[in-house]
């Protein structure tokens, strides 16, 4: 492991780096971390929807083993996750490696093409291919987005915090470790506990919602209701709780 200073400085790199890629880059990888995401939700929703009637809250536990299988591709094969660029970008931005202009643009474009690849996955492997449209794994996933766009504005915002604020810590973890098995492990357990606890993911939202949506189990208007204040926690989570805390404590 690298120590937490020189996490800090690799982070600010990595900030810095996602910041200078290509418009075309950014895209593709974009989809690539909306899908990755939400075939980690699609897995959880499979392996848990067997077993939820004999082994209860255990089932939730083994489906949010699965799930980090998402941003362990990401990170490790490539790709672009909004949350984690809430973390790594704001790490660059306040060590002034990038402007706030640089910052929100990318954020932005991150963000559509999440929204793109989260889509695509609700539509053709849950709703063509039929992965969330019958039987208990239907039940699930109008289970898991009802229980998604309960929740009120605040509770939606503090849930999102406390998501990122594990998905930032998995980067930090990650760019902290310094081969391959370490580096599945620093992602694997943060974001494992996160879903095992029930927090707010936005773009795992933009899956299951839609998926739920698709199958006349939620609709559009509670997607957006429920997306706003989500994705303003997972803003606070990855840029305050994780990249101002540690760049405050750790910066001289």
């Given at each position: 492991?690298?120590?937490?200073?020189?996490?800090?400085?690799?982070?600010?790199?990595?900030?810095?780096?996602?910041?200078?890629?290509?418009?075309?880059?950014?895209?593709?990888?974009?989809?690539?971390?909306?899908?990755?995401?939400?075939?980690?939700?699609?897995?959880?929703?499979?392996?848990?929807?067997?077993?939820?009637?004999?082994?209860?809250?255990?089932?939730?536990?083994?489906?949010?083993?699965?799930?980090?299988?998402?941003?362990?591709?990401?990170l490790?094969?490539?790709?672009?996750?909004?949350?984690?660029?809430?973390?790594?970008?704001?790490?660059?931005?306040?060590?002034?490696?990038?402007?706030?202009?640089?910052?929100?643009?990318?954020?932005?474009?991150?963000?559509?093409?999440?929204?793109?690849?989260?889509?695509?996955?609700?539509?053709?492997?849950?709703h063509i291919?039929?992965?969330?449209?019958?039987?208990?794994?239907?039940?699930?996933?109008?289970?898991?987005?009802?229980?998604?766009?309960?929740?009120?504005?605040?509770?939606?915002?503090?849930?999102?915090?406390?998501?990122?604020?594990?998905?930032?810590?998995?980067?930090?973890?990650?760019?902290?470790?310094?081969?391959?098995?370490g580096?599945?492990?620093?992602?694997?357990?943060?974001?494992?506990?996160?879903?095992?606890?029930g927090?707010?993911?936005?773009?795992?939202?933009?899956?299951?919602?839609?998926?739920?949506?698709f199958?006349?189990?939620?609709?559009?208007?509670?997607?957006?209701?429920?997306f706003?204040?989500?994705?303003?926690?997972?803003?606070?989570?990855?840029?305050?709780?994780?990249?101002?805390?540690?760049?405050?404590?750790?910066?001289?």
């Amino acid at each position: 492991m690298y120590t937490p200073d020189e996490i800090l400085d690799i982070t600010i790199q990595m900030g810095k780096k996602k910041i200078a890629k290509p418009l075309s880059s950014k895209l593709l990888l974009g989809f690539v971390g909306g899908a990755m995401i939400s075939l980690g939700y699609l897995a959880y929703i499979r392996v848990a929807s067997s077993m939820i009637e004999e082994w209860g809250s255990f089932a939730s536990f083994i489906g949010a083993c699965v799930f980090p299988i998402g941003l362990i591709v990401i990170l490790l094969g490539g790709g672009e996750l909004i949350t984690g660029n809430m973390m790594a970008v704001s790490a660059a931005w306040l060590d002034k490696k990038v402007t706030m202009k640089e910052l929100l643009i990318n954020w932005l474009t991150i963000t559509v093409a999440n929204i793109v690849g989260a889509l695509f996955v609700a539509y053709f492997f849950g709703h063509i291919v039929g992965l969330t449209s019958s039987g208990a794994f239907l039940h699930e996933t109008v289970t898991l987005a009802q229980g998604k766009v309960a929740a009120s504005p605040l509770q939606a915002f503090i849930s999102g915090i406390g998501c990122n604020w594990f998905v930032g810590l998995a980067l930090w973890l990650c760019y902290g470790a310094k081969d391959a098995s370490g580096k599945m492990l620093g992602i694997w357990f943060p974001v494992m506990t996160f879903v095992a606890i029930g927090f707010q993911h936005s773009v795992a939202n933009l899956f299951v919602i839609p998926a739920a949506i698709f199958e006349g189990g939620a609709t559009w208007s509670q997607l957006i209701q429920n997306f706003v204040p989500v994705y303003l926690g997972n803003i606070v989570g990855g840029s305050v709780f994780v990249s101002a805390l540690y760049y405050k404590a750790l910066k001289h």
